[in-house]
């Protein structure tokens, strides 16, 4: 039987890091889209309504930052599972949209991988 890939946007204005995390993704079976930017990541999501998760970095360049992508995100697509990862910040669950979860850089792959299956499974 085979099982439909889960669909993520991997949303990171750091080119060097959104290749390493979007072929981590695609090496562990799942369908990746890619964003620059919020801007980039509301015109992706609007034309793939298969995205299953979003994975974006907070300090990113354009009309708003991840935790505003974060939100606007839960407010117009609620099913959406929601992780978001910095570097520079950490930030309490309760600053995350429901269900969010927070990794900090540098993360292990492995650990996003797994917390993308086990959210779009509940």
């Given at each position: 039987?085979?099982?439909?890939?889960?669909?993520?946007?991997v949303?990171?204005?750091?080119?060097?890091?959104?290749?390493?995390?979007v072929?981590?993704l695609?090496d562990?079976?799942?369908?990746?889209?890619?964003?620059?930017?919020?801007?980039?990541a509301?015109?992706?999501?609007?034309?793939?309504?298969?995205i299953q998760a979003l994975?974006?970095?907070?300090?990113?360049?354009?009309s708003m930052?991840?935790?505003?992508l974060?939100?606007?995100v839960?407010d117009?697509?609620?099913?959406i599972k929601?992780?978001?990862?910095s570097?520079?910040?950490?930030?309490?669950e309760e600053?995350?949209?429901?269900?969010?979860?927070?990794?900090?850089?540098?993360?292990n792959?492995e650990?996003i991988?797994?917390?993308?299956?086990?959210?779009?499974?509940?």
């Amino acid at each position: 039987m085979t099982h439909a890939r889960i669909a993520v946007l991997v949303v990171e204005d750091e080119p060097l890091t959104r290749i390493d995390i979007v072929s981590a993704l695609e090496d562990g079976g799942f369908l990746v889209f890619e964003a620059a930017n919020a801007d980039e990541a509301i015109v992706v999501l609007e034309h793939h309504t298969e995205i299953q998760a979003l994975f974006t970095d907070i300090d990113m360049p354009g009309s708003m930052d991840g935790l505003k992508l974060a939100a606007a995100v839960r407010d117009r697509w609620p099913p959406i599972k929601i992780i978001v990862t910095s570097g520079h910040r950490s930030i309490l669950e309760e600053n995350l949209p429901i269900d969010g979860r927070f990794f900090s850089k540098p993360y292990n792959p492995e650990r996003i991988i797994s917390a993308i299956r086990e959210m779009v499974a509940a």
